[in-house]
């Protein structure tokens, strides 16, 4: 029982949403030794205001990773280490991608690298509260009956067991 509310806690508060290079059009992103390449895409959101974006990045070789989203910069200088940065999304955003590279050999950004937008709980703009309160009455409506059908079989057997008690006998 308390694992069937721990998961309904879980999906009507956790709202994550993950996109890859390759889901963005990126794709891999090759740099050639001592030489820097520079992408700019756009994605729309359909949550807007602040959120947490958590940035992993996967490359091989040495190389210097500048990611702009909506004019928040971060660097990033180590394969699949995740970095988070705070962002106002707004419903058109623009991802701006810098790779350095630092060495002698070919670096390459590989297309798996991920953005995972983070939305806060409780701040869902109108679109994501109706999704919110659909999820919360589809669980509600799975878990309220056998708890209620619970419910009025024990005060049935504790209003029997009192009547009982009360029967004096002279």
Known sequence: MRAAVFILLLAITTQTIIMSFEDL????????????EKRITTFTSAYVGTVSVRITIYFNGSATIGIRINNVK?????????????????????????????????VVVYGNSTL?????????????????RLKIAYFVSIIAPPILIILIRR????????????IVVI
């Open 116 to 132: 995972e937008i983070l939305i806060p709980a409780g701040t869902e703009n109108l679109e994501n509260n109706t999704m919110a």
């Open 74 to 106: 971060v660097s990033i200088y180590r394969s699949g280490v995740s970095k988070f940065v705070e962002v106002n999304l707004t419903k058109n955003n623009t991802l701006e991608i810098t790779v350095t590279n630092c060495d002698v050999g070919k």
């Open 25 to 36: 059009g990126i794709g891999d992103i090759a740099v050639s030794p001592l030489d820097y």
């Open 155 to 166: 005060t049935r057997i504790y209003s029997e067991e009192v009547k009982e008690e009360q």
